[in-house]
């Protein structure tokens, strides 16, 4: 999902650093003309162009899209950053004790539009042997067993 900006907003912290259309394009890694859209507001910016920009200015995503700080949502987060939800999954994939987690993409998309996520539960495994047999009910309730 693309970013819209606030009017006007990008113009100004491109002039405040002194860059024209051009130098800016080449920083982000796009078009001119994409530049221009963009501070007209005729078109959105792509995700993975969004984190760039916020690089090249050195700027927070509120001065560019009028958030409020602390009001983000999860794909306001990863906007930010400039990653897709491929990106996000695969990094999270790569982190210690995550391999059980099965996360991918269309989870991250799942989570971000506030749908619940089925896979592995998201607490302790469960254990196995003969004595799991033996857990109480009430203990195995309490824990997500």
Do not use: Y
Not at 69 to 83: I, K, N, Q, V, Y
């Amino acid at each position: 999902m693309a970013q819209s900006l606030r009017s006007q907003a990008l113009e100004c912290q491109r002039l405040f650093r002194d860059m024209s259309v051009e130098e800016l394009a080449e920083a982000v890694g796009v078009t001119p003309r994409a530049v221009r859209h963009w501070e007209a507001g005729t078109r959105a910016v792509g995700d993975r162009a969004f984190g760039r920009l916020l690089e090249v200015l050195q700027c927070g995503a509120q001065v560019l899209t009028g958030r409020d700080p602390g009001t983000e949502s999860l794909a306001d987060l990863r906007r930010d950053a400039g990653m897709s939800t491929e990106e996000v999954a695969s990094a999270l994939r790569n982190k210690r004790g995550a391999h059980d987690l099965r996360i991918s993409a269309e989870k991250i998309r799942d989570l971000e539009r506030g749908r619940r996520v089925r896979g592995w539960a998201w607490g302790p495994k469960r254990p196995s042997g003969r004595w799991s047999a033996c857990l109480p009910t009430s203990i195995g309730f309490l824990t997500g067993w």
